[in-house]
C-alpha cells in the first residue's frame, strides 16, 4: 500500500508499504512547472525548421541517387558500346598491312618477299593481341590437358607416350589467364605396348 505527502514547490515524495508491512521511501521526484506558450511556439518554429531542413536534405539525395543511377546505366552501355575500342585501334594497323601487303601481291613476282610480309603482318597481330591480355597456348609435346587442349583425333604411334600432343590443329588463346579457346590437338596412343604383349 502506498502513501503519498506532498512537500513544497511542487515535489512530492512516495512512501511504499513493503510486504513485510515496512515503509520503504522513493526518491523525491521534480516535477516541472508547465511550459509557456510562447516557449511552446519557439519549440514548434524550430521543430517546424528541422523538419524542412531534413526534408530538403532528403530531397538532395534522392536526386543525387537518381543521377547516380542515370550515369552508372550511361556507363554500362557505353563500355558494351565501345569496350573494344582500344583493341580495335590496335588491330587497324594490322588491317591497313593486310591491305598493303595484298595491293603489293598483285603486283609482284616475289612470292617469297610477300611470305615474309605476311609474317610480319601476323606476328604484328599477335603483338597486338597480347597488349590487350590474349595469349597462345603452346601444346606441341605437351601431356594432353582437357582443361586446355580438345581431342579431335587418336595417332597411334610408337614414337610418343599415351596422351602426348602429337598435332594441333588449331590455336588455343587465353585471355588474362582464362580459356578463351581450347587447342584443337591429335593425341597420342602408344602401340608398342600392345605389340609386346602379343
Given amino acids: 500500500m502506498a502513501k503519498k505527502s506532498t512537500k513544497e514547490k511542487g515535489e512530492e515524495s512516495v512512501d511504499i508499504q513493503t510486504e513485510s508491512g515496512e515503509e520503504a521511501s522513493v526518491p523525491d521526484i521534480e516535477v516541472e512547472p508547465a511550459k509557456s506558450k510562447e516557449k511552446l511556439v519557439e519549440e514548434l518554429e524550430e521543430t517546424k525548421k528541422e523538419a524542412a531542413e531534413n526534408y530538403d ?19 554500362r552501355a557505353n563500355a558494351i558500346n565501345y569496350g573494344n575500342e582500344r583493341l580495335i585501334k590496335d588491330i587497324l594497323p ?3 598491312s593486310l591491305g598493303r601487303a595484298l595491293d603489293h601481291a598483285y603486283n609482284s ?15 604484328k597481330l599477335l603483338v ?19 582443361n586446355f587442349h580438345e581431342a579431335v583425333l587418336q595417332v597411334e604411334t610408337e614414337e610418343f607416350e599415351d596422351n602426348k600432343i602429337v598435332e594441333e590443329f588449331e590455336k588455343g588463346y587465353l585471355l588474362n589467364g ?20 602379343i
Fill in 57 to 75: 536534405k532528403y530531397l538532395r539525395v534522392t536526386a543525387d541517387l537518381e543521377n547516380f543511377k542515370r550515369r552508372a546505366i550511361k556507363e
Fill in 94 to 96: 594490322v588491317v591497313d
Fill in 109 to 123: 613476282e616475289d612470292f617469297d618477299a610477300f611470305v615474309e610480309g605476311l609474317k610480319l603482318i601476323y606476328d
Fill in 128 to 146: 597486338s593481341l597480347e597488349k590487350h591480355g590474349v595469349e597462345r597456348i603452346d601444346a606441341a609435346g605437351k601431356d594432353f590437358d582437357p
Fill in 178 to 197: 582464362r580459356l578463351l579457346r581450347p587447342v584443337k590437338v591429335s593425341i597420342s596412343k602408344n602401340i608398342s605396348r600392345e605389340k609386346q604383349t
